[in-house]
């Protein structure tokens, strides 16, 4: 069965310092979201991507964070400078469209562990 | 933020059936209602999802009351592997899924 793939499963930096997460998202899908959560807490939405644009982001998507495509099989979230609160999992799902009326599935990768020292 | 609520926290034995209740008062006529799992640290699963009938497959059959403004799910022999958090999702248009803090079902031998 396709999956979601995401690395590295685990990523410890310094705070200050810029982090690039990578995900391959199922190949014939459309639609690209990066979701966190912080331990102990409920998954988070941080932003969707579709056709090489943002669709939608979320207020903790700030300036420091940015989402690329830079080819036709990766994904990724860059984080410019950490903070100790961004200590996360942070999870990479994909889908083959979107909608409320038809149903999509999201497929998420097995996300990766982000600690800010 | 998320427009439904569940219990915190649900026990089953192993073998039985596990029933998961969720409220979605608020969901209107052409929205389906979504139910996700996530095991420990894992990634958020896809289990179901229905209009208004009922709806099983192979992991879970999800009991939709008339009114839509309440659902079941059912997992009807739980396993020791079964233990995770439940979601019951809110899925805004664009495709972004509204989490809430989910039902932590624990399957006890």
């Known amino acids: 069965e396709p999956e979601v793939t995401q690395t590295p499963s685990h990523q410890v930096t310094q705070m200050g310092q810029e982090v690039i997460l990578r995900c391959v998202p199922i190949?014939?899908?459309?639609?690209f979201y990066w979701y966190r959560q912080i331990l102990g807490q409920k998954v988070e939405f941080l932003v969707s991507?579709?056709?090489?644009?943002?669709?939608?982001k979320s207020e903790i998507f700030d300036d420091q964070f940015s989402v690329e495509r830079p080819d036709g099989s990766n994904f990724t979230l860059k984080i410019r400078s950490t903070k100790l609160e961004d200590s996360a999992m942070y999870f990479c799902?994909?889908?083959?469209?979107?909608?409320?009326?038809?149903?999509?599935?999201?497929?998420f990768g097995p996300g990766t562990r982000l600690t800010v020292t | 933020d998320a427009k439904t609520t569940q219990p915190t926290s649900m026990d089953c034995a192993e073998g039985r059936a596990a029933n998961l209740p969720c409220n979605h008062s608020?969901?209107?006529?052409?929205?389906?209602v979504y139910w996700y799992r996530q095991i420990h640290s894992q990634g958020p699963q896809y289990i179901i999802h229905?209009?208004?009938n009922n709806e099983t497959n192979e992991m879970a059959s999800l009991i939709i009351t008339e009114d839509r403004k309440s659902s079941t799910l059912i997992l009807p022999h739980a396993t020791l592997r079964d233990t995770a958090v439940y979601y019951c999702?809110?899925?805004?248009?664009?495709?972004?899924?509204?989490f809430g803090q989910g039902t932590e079902l624990s399957v006890k031998p």
């Open positions: 608020t969901i209107s006529g052409n929205e389906y």
């Open positions: 799902a994909s889908s083959e469209g979107v909608g409320l009326a038809d149903f999509y599935e999201q497929y």
């Open positions: 999702i809110d899925l805004r248009p664009g495709g972004k899924l509204i």
């Open positions: 991507f579709y056709n090489n644009e943002i669709s939608e």
């Open positions: 190949s014939n899908h459309l639609y």
């Open positions: 229905g209009l208004k």
